[in-house]
Antibody
Framework: QVQLQESGPGLVKPSETLSLTCDVS?????????WGWIRQPPGKGLEWIGS???????NYNPSLKSRLTMSVDTSKNQFSLKLTSVTAADTAVYFC???????????????????WGKGTTVTVSS | DIQLTQSPSFLSASVGDRVTITCRAS??????LAWYQQKPGKAPKLLIY???TLQSGVPSRFSGGASGAEFTLTISSLQPEDFATYYC?????????FGPGTKVAVK
C-alpha cells in the first residue's frame, strides 16, 4: 500500500531555511496525483501549505507563498518543501499527504487527502 | 480564501450517542468537502469526501450530509474509538482550507 514518510531537521534557527522531504513508497510519484504539505502548530488546527504535481506544477498557500518552494524528485520518488526566513510561528508538526480524487464527470474532480505521513515536528528556536 | 467554521468547537458525549458536527463555508463550495478524524499525536484520517462519500474502510456509523453551504458529519452511535477531533476541509479552490476543528470528548 502507499506510504509516506517525512524527514528533516527537528530544530531550525530563526531566519534560517526549513527543509523537509517526503518519501513515497508503494506508488510511483509520477503516477498522476498531486502531493501536499499540511502543518499543525502545537495545540492548534491544520493549515494547508501547498501541493505539487509530478510535473512540478504547484499551488501554494498565499500566506506562505513568498517564502515557500516545493519540488519533486521522481528519480528518488520523493517531494520536498523549503520554507525560508522561519520564525517561531513556523513551529509545527509538518505532514505530507497524497491528494487523491474521484471524478464524477468531465472536469469534475472531488479531491481528498487519503494517505498521510506520520508527521515530523519542527521547532524554530535559537 | 474560503473560510470554514465548525460548530460546536467542543462537545461531550457518551458511548452510543448520536453526534452531529456542522461545517459552514463562507462561499459556495458545492460538494467539495472532506471530513477527517485526528487523535492526539497522530495524522488525520480521511472519513468522508465529496461531502457524503464514505472512504473505504470507514465504519458506516459515519455519514456526511450537505444542504447549501452547510455540511454535517454524523456519528450514528458513538464508539469508544471515536473520541477525537474532527476537521472539515474545502477542496473547491486553493488554498484548501480546514475548519478549526471539533473535539469530541467523553461526558
Amino acid at each position: 500500500q502507499v506510504q509516506l514518510q517525512e524527514s528533516g531537521p527537528g530544530l531550525v534557527k530563526p531566519s534560517e531555511t526549513l527543509s523537509l522531504t517526503c518519501d513515497v513508497s508503494g506508488l510511483a510519484i509520477s503516477n498522476g496525483h498531486y502531493w501536499g504539505w499540511i502543518r499543525q502548530p502545537p495545540g492548534k488546527g491544520l493549515e494547508w501549505i501547498g501541493s505539487i504535481y509530478h510535473s512540478g506544477s504547484t499551488n501554494y498557500n498565499p500566506s506562505l507563498k513568498s517564502r515557500l518552494t516545493m519540488s519533486v524528485d521522481t528519480s528518488k520518488n520523493q517531494f520536498s518543501l523549503k520554507l525560508t526566513s522561519v520564525t517561531a510561528a513556523d513551529t509545527a508538526v509538518y505532514f505530507c499527504a497524497r491528494l487523491n480524487y474521484d471524478s464524477s464527470g468531465p472536469r469534475i474532480y472531488y479531491y481528498y487527502m487519503d494517505v498521510w505521513g506520520k508527521g515530523t515536528t519542527v521547532t524554530v528556536s535559537s | 480564501d474560503i473560510q470554514l467554521t465548525q460548530s460546536p468547537s467542543f462537545l461531550s458525549a457518551s458511548v452510543g450517542d448520536r453526534v452531529t458536527i456542522t461545517c459552514r463555508a463562507s462561499q459556495g463550495i458545492s460538494s467539495y468537502l472532506a471530513w477527517y478524524q485526528q487523535k492526539p499525536g497522530k495524522a488525520p484520517k480521511l472519513l468522508i469526501y465529496a461531502a457524503s462519500t464514505l472512504q473505504s474502510g470507514v465504519p458506516s456509523r459515519f455519514s456526511g450530509g450537505a444542504s447549501g453551504a452547510e455540511f454535517t458529519l454524523t456519528i450514528s452511535s458513538l464508539q469508544p474509538e471515536d473520541f477525537a477531533t474532527y476537521y472539515c476541509q474545502q477542496l473547491k479552490s486553493y488554498p484548501f482550507t480546514f475548519g478549526p476543528g471539533t473535539k469530541v470528548a467523553v461526558k
